[in-house]
C-alpha cells in the first residue's frame, strides 16, 4: 500500500522522479535481500525511456521512511527538480 508519493521533474530533462512510501505486510514478499518483517520501502522511481527504480531504505516505522523521503525530495529540488502531479 502506498503511504506517500511524490512527483518531480527537471524543467531541461524530459525523466520523472517519483519518491514513494510504501507500507509492508511481514512475509508479503520473497525478495532477496530485503526484510521479511512488516515496514515502510522508501524508493526512488526514474520514469523516461525506461523505468529505474532504486530503493532508499526499508525502516519498521513509518516517521524515518517519511524523514528519507523528505530528506531526498529537497535533494532533489536543490538540483532544480520542481513538483509535479503524480502520473496516476
Do not use: C, N
Amino acid at each position: 500500500m502506498i503511504v506517500q508519493q511524490r512527483a518531480y521533474q527537471h524543467p531541461h530533462q524530459p525523466s520523472e522522479v517519483r519518491l514513494v512510501v510504501y507500507e509492508t505486510a511481514a512475509a508479503a514478499r520473497r525478495v532477496e535481500g530485503m526484510p521479511d518483517d512488516a515496514g515502510y520501502l522508501v524508493t526512488e522511481e526514474w520514469r523516461g525511456a525506461g523505468k529505474v527504480i532504486k530503493t532508499l531504505g526499508f525502516f519498521p516505522d513509518r516517521t524515518p521512511a517519511l524523514d528519507v523521503l523528505s530528506a531526498r525530495a529537497q535533494e532533489l529540488e536543490g538540483q532544480l527538480y520542481r513538483p509535479v502531479a503524480p502520473a496516476a
